[in-house]
């Protein structure tokens, strides 16, 4: 199992926060065809080959994503359009 694993601070109240994850997921399920859905200040990501979970507290993001085999060769990439559109949306 590969595992991409981000924390990102942010100085967002919180509901600003949520919105900045909320357009992170809606656009990851765009491009890589990923299911969330938010349980509290979680938001859990899946599909096959697919699973992890943003946490969202005061002053930071946490991403943990766990890929499978098929999806390993495009751990690098996938990693890269979080961290572009985290720089994206938390410095909006």
Do not use: C
Request: aromatic letters at 6%; hydrophobic letters at 40%.
């Amino acid at each position: 199992m590969s595992v991409i694993d981000i924390h990102r601070a942010h100085s967002l109240d919180k509901a600003h926060a949520r919105e900045a994850a909320e357009t992170l997921a809606k656009d990851l399920s765009k491009q890589f065809d990923v299911n969330y859905q938010w349980d509290g200040d979680l938001l859990t990501f899946k599909r096959s080959g697919v699973k992890g979970h943003l946490d969202l507290s005061d002053s930071d993001l946490h991403i943990r994503l766990e890929l499978g085999l098929m999806l390993r060769p495009f751990k690098s990439r996938i990693e890269q359009e979080i961290h572009s559109q985290l720089d994206q949306i938390l410095t909006a």
